[in-house]
């Protein structure tokens, strides 16, 4: 007889809102089209531009800002 599978929880990204995006610079973020275990280190908002970095190595990284999702650490401030 066949083990039922074990079912993962779902982890569901929810975006930033853009007003309150000035909020996380300084702080890591997800973005949307990256693996979920990466973060990015937000350091500046230009319009509909974020710049970022990687905490570790410091490489800069330039996205849309609609890309801009929470961290699990900051998910309870979207609620």
């Given at each position: 007889?066949k083990?039922?599978?074990?079912?993962?929880?779902?982890?569901?990204m929810?975006?930033?809102?853009?007003?309150?995006?000035?909020?996380?610079?300084?702080?890591?973020?997800?973005?949307a089209?990256?693996?979920?275990?990466?973060?990015?280190k937000?350091?500046?908002?230009?319009?509909?531009?974020?710049?970022l970095?990687?905490?570790?190595?410091?490489k800069?990284?330039?996205?849309?800002?609609?890309?801009?999702?929470?961290?699990?650490?900051?998910?309870?401030?979207s609620?």
């Amino acid at each position: 007889m066949k083990q039922p599978q074990k079912q993962k929880a779902q982890f569901v990204m929810i975006p930033i809102p853009k007003e309150q995006l000035s909020n996380f610079i300084g702080k890591q973020i997800h973005l949307a089209w990256a693996n979920r275990g990466c973060t990015w280190k937000l350091l500046q908002i230009d319009g509909d531009r974020i710049y970022l970095e990687t905490p570790k190595t410091k490489k800069p990284l330039v996205a849309k800002a609609s890309d801009a999702m929470y961290t699990r650490r900051h998910e309870r401030y979207s609620r």
